[in-house]
């Protein structure tokens, strides 16, 4: 379904051609654009907005500007309310000049109810669902991305892990996983029972890619002399090093921090 303007290859429509105060080069506010072809005073207009006042909104949140796949130019993953119009399912108070009322961070769990904190006892909660809620990942209207995800992983990610971001950037050698950006090979996003915010315990999660083979096989889980568990991070820095097989420390300086010489 293309946009006419964008079909008739009307770009300045909304784009200033040379220079704009506004991103992405747009000519005015974005939803000034919008409302010069589209009439927010007639029903169909209001119908299809459940009566909200979005003449202030971001239309982007929830339409695709160009054009797309989805009746009334939606974005591809819109979130199930924006599809329906029941936009009361998160928001308590009708939207007013595009600026809705803040919602309780417990009003994605009406619905994502496997994804709340009751539904998860004793387990690490992901720090971004503490500090940001769930829309900290997820755009709450749509995205073109699958999970209605801000950005793709890692870039997602990195948007508050920025050390990972920077180590990764500097390592010669980087896992495989963190190589291809799927962080969630390794880590689960919401809640976990293993640190840090690990899909199972540390041995389990390497094994699903390293098989531990042979008649004798480095032990692990066992303590050092300083009293540290052994684990496949002892030796290995998770995300990537300087040193070849991703070591902390080139050899045999790594087999040195419990075997003496």
Known sequence: VPHPPAAEGACLTCHAVHGSDRKPLLNAEMAEICLTCHDASESKFKLSHANNDVTGSRCTMCHTPHGGGEKKLLKATAHYPVN?????????QPVVKGKAVVINKSACFVC????????????????????????GCHAPHGSEIEHNLRAKPPELCFTCHDAVRRGVAAAKFQHTPVKQGDCVKCHTPHYAESRPMLKNEMTMVCRQCHKFEGEHVHPVGIKTPGGETVQCSSCHAPHGSDFKGILRRGQPDVCRQCHER
């Open 112 to 135: 994502h109810e496997q994804k709340s904190p009751a539904m998860n006892p004793g387990k690490s909660a992901h720090g971004a669902i503490d500090k940001k809620g769930c829309v």
């Open 84 to 92: 329906n119009g029941v936009c009361n399912n998160c928001h308590e």
